[in-house]
Structures are given as structure tokens and as C-alpha cells.
């Protein structure tokens, strides 16, 4: 089969029958083939075959950090795929880029975080955090120190620790498939029973799991620093800080899955440096080649490192593709892009025009809440009536609808809504996005929701 002979319908076609897609109702696809099939990227912009572009709002999966099209990173992915595109980096054999980008992150990463464990994506770095916080506790000669606490809305990934240790029901209604020892602190940030109105004691979600299980049977507490695909909730001030503490009174490690939020997502080069909360191991994947090419990894800080290093046998977890040479020359210009570009501070500063856009729309439309953003991380909610915390209906299919006028107006936004009564629009646009872009995207997210609101 040769590309350049096969139709969009054709292809289509092909689709409908042989790829069984991620995240997809597969008999709706089966019937109905796929929604879209892009086939060209330019900066914030996608568009399938002789196709008008759509704006990509949502980064794709909140990863092309660096926008689409990016001939640079190509180039660099040619040269290193020609040169060597692969080696293992079991058994000691290393590769160059594997060996430049491991410094680089650790020149990068907050406080002494300044190793790395190379894997090919996020769910793979999120096991692969617990197994070294489990094993961290063990060469401790405290092998009772297994169990992981996750935080409600929590999104970690679909391998079945990953998975676990996600909150979002609907990721368990694909066979409920779990590891033990792994337990929720409910509920999270979006409501709290703790403490008064002003000052809600989340961390004391997390605080009544420790004194129940005790201290000494837990190894690490996993949080986002800005939860994601569970809502896009930002945390308060000193709440990350809170949790740091409590794991240093309680002597467990804390874990930041910096999936999304690394790379400059949130306005700071990782998430977490918003609330000078220093975890012990950091997840990240997406932003770090910005999708150009599969990667993922964790960085240790110095303190968990020293501890593995006296192990002497083989530390028996790897993936085929730790440290693949081109994805991490990939990665290496992908962050020094984002440095030249001055992509962090791009996004601080689009912060403020988004969330300006976001506000008003609440002001605008009676059915938009709680307009939120912190880089280029932002969303709004959609309550039938918001000042009396009213949700839409099911049936109504809010987000859902918004979304597809979104779409028809050339605008991939994200709709959020698997708990009952959520329906949350969330964008999160490439960090190369501009003010008048910006204008773009607001504008067609107006129109959408004025279309929503006149089917009411
Ligand atoms: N962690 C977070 C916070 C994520 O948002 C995601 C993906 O969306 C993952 C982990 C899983 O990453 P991957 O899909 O690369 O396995």
C-alpha cells in the first residue's frame, strides 16, 4: 500500500476496519470510521487532507508543547535515525543523546532531582516510580513500606499500577484491572468536608490514610501538581507544600506526576515549582519531546539515587526503548527550543490573556463557572445554573455538545465528564501560542457556547 494512492475515504475505510483506537467507543468506530484524520501540522494548527486547519487547543494530548511542524526537530531526528537510530542502554551500554539529555534534565529539574530513569511514555514512568519508591524502602530494610496513596480525580496512566492508582472511574470500567496496596484520598480538591470554607484541610485526606494504614506501610504519596485529564484542578497555595511536609513527618517518599505539567505546561519549566515542593521521584513523558517522539522517565533525587546505587546485583526493570537514542536527540532540541523560544515564560504570559478570555465568558454566558488557568493549563465548567451549583442534566450532554460546536467551528478543545454533573471544557494550547491566537480560540469557544445555550 502506497500512501500517496489511498483516499481520505479510502483510508478511512481501512481504519474502520483494522485499528482498534485508544480511548474510543470501538463499535461506534467500527461503524462510523474515524472522527478525523490529520494528516499535516503547523504550529498550533492541524488539518487533515486539503482540510481547513483547526486550531489544536488542546496540544493534543496536552503534549506538542512546541507546536506541530517543527522542522528543526525533524532534521535532528533524520540525522540521529541515520547516524544511530537505536542502541540498548541495558547492561551498561549507553548512546550519546541518552547521556546528554540525562545532564540536561538534571540541570533542569527542581532541587536535587539529578537522575534519570529513561522509559517510553507515562504510565511506564508512573510503575516504574512505584517499583523504585517499593524498592527504596526495601534496601532501607523496611520492605513493609509498599503501599501507594493517589489522590482523588487523579489521572497516572493505563498500565494496571498506572491505572490503579487513577481515580477516574470510567479508566476502570475496561476491566477493572488492579494491583493491590494502592488507595485514594477522597475526596480532592474539588470538595472537602475538612477544616472551614476558607481554609480547607485537603492534605487531611491524605493525613487519614496514613494514621489508618500507618506510617510504616506506606511508601509514597503520587500527586499531579495540577491535576489534568481529571479536570484541570489547581491546586491553593501551599498545598502541594502541605503534602511535602506531611510526607517528611510521616517518612514517605512523594512522588510528582509531571506527565503533563513538566516541560512548561504550567508557566515554570515543572509544575511543581509553583509551590517550591520538591518530590522525590518526578514522572514526565509528553512535553519532553513535545510527541515527536515516545519518551518518558523519572528523575531521583540525589537521596533515593545514593540508596540504589549500594545495590549490587542487577536492578532487574527496563524497557526495550530506555534511552532511545533519537527520541532523546529529540528531546535534547526539543528543550532547547523551548529555552531559546523563551516557551515558559510564553506561556506565564499567555496565562493571563487565556484566563482574561476564560472570565470573560463566564461574565458572557450564564452557563460558564469557574474560568481557571495557570499557564497554558486552563479550563471552564458549564452548570445549567452556577450560581445555585446546579449541573446539567446527563442528557443534556453539555461539554460534549460545546465540544463538537467547537470542533465544527475548526477548534479541538476537551471535554471532560466522567463523574456525574461534570462538564468541563478544557483547553491547553501549544506554549508558541500568541495573543491573537489566543483572540482565536476564545472567540470560537464563544460561539460554540452561545450556539449550546440558543438549543437549551
Ligand atoms: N500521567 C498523567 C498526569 C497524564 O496526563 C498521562 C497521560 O495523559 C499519563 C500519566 C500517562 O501517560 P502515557 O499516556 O504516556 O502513558
Not at 257 to 272: H, P, Y
Given at each position: 500500500l502506497s500512501m500517496d494512492k489511498l483516499t481520505p475515504v479510502q483510508l478511512a475505510e481501512l481504519d474502520r476496519k483494522h485499528f482498534l483506537h485508544p480511548t474510543t467507543n470501538p463499535k461506534a468506530h467500527a461503524e462510523n470510521g474515524p472522527k478525523a484524520m490529520f494528516s499535516e501540522g503547523k504550529g498550533i494548527y492541524v488539518s487533515e487532507m486539503e482540510g481547513v486547519p483547526y486550531i489544536d487547543g488542546v496540544s493534543m494530548l496536552w503534549n506538542v508543547n512546541i507546536g506541530h511542524g517543527n522542522q528543526e526537530i525533524a532534521e535532528v531526528a533524520k540525522e540521529q535515525m541515520s547516524k544511530l537510530a537505536y542502541s540498548s542502554s541495558f547492561n551498561g551500554f549507553s548512546n550519546e543523546p541518552a547521556v546528554r539529555l540525562a545532564e540536561k534534565l538534571a540541570t533542569l529539574a527542581?532541587?536535587?532531582?539529578?537522575s534519570v530513569f529513561f522509559t517510553s511514555g507515562g504510565s511506564e514512568s508512573n510503575d516504574t516510580a512505584f517499583k523504585l519508591a517499593r524498592f527504596y524502602w526495601e534496601l532501607n530494610r523496611k520492605p513493609l513500606k509498599r503501599k501507594i496513596i493517589a489522590l482523588g480525580n487523579s489521572y497516572h496512566g493505563v498500565t494496571i499500577a498506572a491505572q490503579t492508582a487513577t481515580s477516574i472511574p470510567n479508566f476502570h470500567s475496561f476491566t477493572n484491572s488492579k494491583i493491590k496496596e494502592v488507595f485514594h484520598a477522597k475526596p480532592h480538591l474539588t470538595e472537602c468536608e475538612r477544616g472551614d470554607k476558607n481554609h480547607p484541610d485537603y492534605e487531611g485526606c491524605i493525613r487519614d490514610i496514613v494514621e489508618k494504614e500507618g506510617a510504616d506501610t506506606i511508601a509514597a504519596v503520587i500527586m499531579e501538581p495540577v491535576q489534568g485529564a481529571g479536570g484541570v484542578h489547581i491546586p491553593p497555595e501551599g498545598y502541594m507544600a502541605a503534602v511535602r511536609k506531611l510526607c517528611d513527618d510521616f517518612n514517605i517518599l512523594l512522588i510528582a506526576?509531571?506527565?503533563?505539567?513538566?516541560?512548561?505546561?504550567?508557566?515554570?519549566?515543572?509544575?511543581?515549582e509553583n509551590w517550591e515542593a520538591i518530590p522525590d521521584l518526578l514522572c514526565f513523558a509528553k512535553g519532553v519531546t513535545s510527541g515527536y517522539a515516545q519518551l518518558g522517565g523519572v528523575m531521583l533525587s540525589q537521596n533515593v539515587r545514593d540508596t540504589i546505587v549500594e545495590y549490587e546485583e542487577v536492578l532487574s526493570h527496563g524497557f526495550t526503548y530506555s534511552g532511545h537514542a533519537t527520541s532523546c536527540a529529540v528531546a535534547l532540541k526539543n528543550i532547547e527550543i523551548i529555552e531559546r523560544e523563551n516557551l515558559v515564560a510564553n506561556a506565564k504570559n499567555m496565562e493571563v490573556k487565556l484566563k482574561a478570555g476564560l472570565e470573560y465568558l463566564s461574565e458572557k454566558h450564564k452557563i460558564v463557572t469557574k474560568p481557571r488557568a495557570i499557564g497554558l493549563l486552563s479550563a471552564i465548567d458549564l452548570y445549567q445554573d452556577p450560581a445555585n451549583n446546579v449541573p446539567f442534566e446527563e442528557g443534556v450532554m453539555a461539554a460534549a455538545k460545546v465540544w463538537e460546536a467547537c470542533f465544527e467551528r475548526k477548534l479541538i478543545a476537551r471535554p471532560i465528564r466522567f463523574a456525574k454533573g461534570m462538564n468541563t471544557i478544557a483547553l491547553a494550547p501549544p506554549l508558541i501560542i500568541n495573543n491573537q491566537q489566543i483572540e482565536d480560540v476564545v472567540g470560537i469557544l464563544d460561539d460554540a457556547i452561545s450556539e449550546f445555550s440558543k438549543s437549551l
Open positions: 527542581p532541587g536535587n532531582l539529578n506526576d509531571e506527565v503533563i505539567t513538566g516541560f512548561g505546561r504550567t508557566g515554570t519549566m515543572f509544575g511543581s
